[in-house]
């Protein structure tokens, strides 16, 4: 019974020996690892600059959440970031933030130039970047972290634009897309001509003769379907995949307008003096019917585009005039691909009507149809040649110049009554190109247009 009792205080012994060196916090088992796992921002409140309905400039306060701007951590190179950058203008002097660490947190303090303690509830300044140091429990490790706060450094809304010099002598006649150039087909010294030039930076023209068109064809006509080009004349409608060497496609006689084209669809439409065409290749051409009364042919513009709400149905819109001379009020036509005819947009009472402008160009764009050219009239009154944009954003019922003085014509561009063609490209940029006697490319972008996703 005793040797019992004595191993019994033996092992009570150790016990507290054992317990006491837990207790002694030079011993203890600290985390060696010094890291950060996350990191976020609290929400901001901050004022952006704005336009009254004069056009006067004022400022308007929006709160963003900073939770819809998350935070990446490059864990190789120390670096923090987000990489949807804040809204234009946000004032990021004072944001609270979060984080979770392995280990603990200080910050550099620029006027001190050391490292000081840091808390969540500390409000910082991320004007420029900030370095937070993350030290291991047990003080032997640490790693610097620079967390960067991006915020966009251009107003999104704004559309930007940028001049260029133009080819001398070339009368614009219709500019697109095609094959990944920009094509502008034109009249030069009584001869049909083709210019090419990159998307991207300044356009440097080459110029090509065109061959195997008829002096009769309409080059404003010019659409892009299946991959191809297609242009009418007085014979029919000629074929190209190059936009300078064209071949009679499909013959007929009449042919006006190509009005409209959907590689979405996989049809395009041909309107004649007697009948609507339309075709699914290019090659092989059915009617559609007659010809609606009062349909426009001339000075068309086309746009072709998938609907928001269901993708598979493709609206065409049909923009231009009922007469030769071009004169009078412009009208607009449409239908969806699941329809079998064509309706035409009666005004009524509508105070916003299609401009009538000479020239008159319809293109789409930033998800609305947009309409330009020389002078002419618009909402009721006489404008001078590109005055304004008058944007329709309900499908081509009403067109109101924009009154937000975000989308604005070039200042220098306002007046100038020269031939010219416009056109939208992949990449966003609406390209203006002005003949007259400095001939003049305008290159345009909605600001956010262009922010790499």
């Known amino acids: 019974m005793k040797k019992r009792l004595a ?18 916090d030079d011993d203890a088992n600290y985390s060696p690892y010094a890291m950060m796992t996350s990191f976020g921002i609290g929400d901001i409140s901050s004022q952006y600059p704005a336009f009254t309905s004069t056009g006067a400039d004022t400022f308007q306060t929006k709160k963003i959440q900073g939770s819809s701007y998350p935070f990446s951590i490059n864990q190789a190179t120390c ?21 979770n660490l392995t280990g603990y947190a200080m910050i550099y303090i620029d006027s001190l130039g050391e490292f000081g303690y840091f808390t969540s509830s500390d ?102 379907f299946g991959g191809a080009l297609y242009v009418v004349a007085s014979d029919g409608i000629y074929k190209s995949t190059d936009g300078a060497e064209w071949s009679l496609s499909f013959g007929c006689d009449g042919a006006l307008s190509i009005v409209g084209a959907s590689d979405s669809d996989g049809k395009m439409w041909v309107a004649t003096a007697a009948e609507l065409l339309v075709t699914a290749d290019g090659v092989n051409y059915e009617s559609a019917g007659a010809l609606p009364a009062g349909f426009p042919v001339y000075g068309v513009s086309i746009s072709s ?11 065409y819109m049909l923009v ?38 000479k020239g008159l160009t319809v293109v789409r764009y930033d998800g609305s149809l ?32 924009p009154d937000d003085f975000y989308q604005r014509m070039p200042a220098d561009l306002q007046g100038n009554d020269s031939p010219f063609a416009v056109t939208v490209d992949s990449n966003n940029v609406m390209w203006i190109i002005c003949a007259g006697e400095k001939p003049v490319v305008w290159k345009g972008i909605v600001n956010r247009l262009g922010f790499k996703k």
Not at 190 to 211: E, K, Y
């Open 79 to 99: 670096e923090v970031y987000n990489a949807d950058s804040l809204p234009f203008a946000t004032k990021v002097d004072k944001i609270t933030v979060s984080m």
């Open 305 to 315: 585009y998938a609907m928001n709400h269901n993708k598979g149905i493709v609206r």
């Open 370 to 401: 947009y309409a330009l050219g020389g002078a002419g009239v618009a909402e009721g009154v006489a404008v001078d040649a590109f005055s304004s944009f008058y944007i329709s954003r309900d499908n081509g019922i009403t067109w109101k110049a």
């Open 320 to 357: 231009g005039y009922e007469n030769e001379t071009m004169v009078g009020n412009a009208v607009v036509w449409s239908k969806l691909s699941t329809e079998n005819s064509w309706a035409r947009y009666e005004n009524g009472n509508n105070p916003f009507p299609c401009p009538s402008l």
């Open 7 to 24: 191993i019994y205080l033996a092992m009570l012994m150790l016990t507290f020996v054992v317990t006491s060196c837990f207790d002694d």
């Open 123 to 224: 409000s910082l300044d991320f004007s420029k970047p900030r370095k937070f140091r993350i030290t291991s429990e047990d003080g032997e490790y640490y790693r610097d972290y620079t967390v960067s706060v991006n915020v966009h450094q251009v107003n999104p809304d704004i559309m930007a634009w940028n001049s260029y010099a133009a080819i001398e002598g070339v009368k614009p006649l219709r500019s697109l897309e095609h094959d990944g150039s920009m094509c502008l087909f034109g009249e030069k010294d009584g001869q049909f001509i083709l210019a090419t030039a990159a998307l991207q930076g300044s356009p440097l023209w080459q110029q090509a003769a065109i061959l195997g068109l008829p002096g009769t064809a309409n080059l404003a006509t010019v659409q892009s």
